[in-house]
């Protein structure tokens, strides 16, 4: 059986179809998403406490959400932590499965971060935080966090840094002094330009009163007598 469509009936099935891939998009844009952050890696001292951060986030909300941390030991991908969280804000139980390892996120604020005390060198290297979402089918997602353990950590040389930082200071100083100098200058110059407006309103003033006077003098004849 051949079904014909009319023009009304395509545009309508064109119009749901671009709103099915618009609302498909967003849900896949704001899926679970697992960060540690700006900075995804860590320079620390052989010996010291560090802090390996995460936390997820996801637009629907979470249900069961399961994340582990892992340790790339030479390709060789070994579990640091794992747990399920019911819901947000809910303090999830971890087991761990590497000394010297504690759950310090809590899932305050989604925080799923740990802590390694007195790391060794063995600890260096990559960190991977995965979580999935049942809430979401199953979505998952994961970010790497690389630690880098020294023998002690190296001293910038900020001579450069401070070199220019005081290059800009004195620019911008200069400028400013420019500045001022030229509004004082500006405003004594408009000052005495004032000054001269006045002595010369003055001086015509005079002037113009002197000859009216003697103007006045001269034209001023006496009255004939009557005989």
């Not at 844009?29 to 320079?43: C, H, I, N, Q, Y």
């Not at 971060?113 to 998952?140: A, H, M, Q, V």
């Amino acid at each position: 059986m051949e079904v014909r469509w009319t023009g009304v009936e395509r545009s309508k099935l064109g119009s749901q179809y671009a709103v099915f891939t618009l609302l498909l998009g967003v849900w896949s844009a704001r899926g679970l998403e697992m960060s540690v952050g700006k900075v995804p890696f860590l320079e620390a001292v052989n010996g010291s406490t560090v802090m390996l951060p995460c936390t997820y986030a996801s637009c629907i909300g979470i249900k069961d959400l399961y994340f582990n941390w892992q340790y790339n030991d030479n390709g060789t991908m070994q579990k640091v932590c794992e747990a399920v969280i019911p819901t947000e804000d809910v303090e999830p139980d971890v087991k761990i499965f590497r000394e010297r390892v504690e759950f310090i996120g809590k899932n305050h604020k989604n925080n799923i971060s740990i802590l390694i005390w007195n790391i060794t060198f063995e600890d260096g290297g990559l960190y991977t935080c995965f979580g999935r979402n049942p809430k979401e089918k199953n979505k998952n997602h994961s970010t790497v966090f690389h630690l880098i353990v020294v023998n002690e950590l190296r001293v910038v040389d900020n001579t450069l840094t401070i070199i220019i930082a005081s290059a800009v200071g004195g620019a911008i100083a200069f400028l400013m002094a420019f500045m001022l100098l030229k509004n004082f200058t500006l405003f004594v110059l408009a000052k005495l330009e004032e000054k001269n407006k006045e002595c010369l309103v003055s001086s015509s003033g005079i002037d113009n009163t002197e000859n009216g006077l003697s103007g006045s003098k001269a034209d001023s004849k006496p009255t004939p007598k009557k005989k």
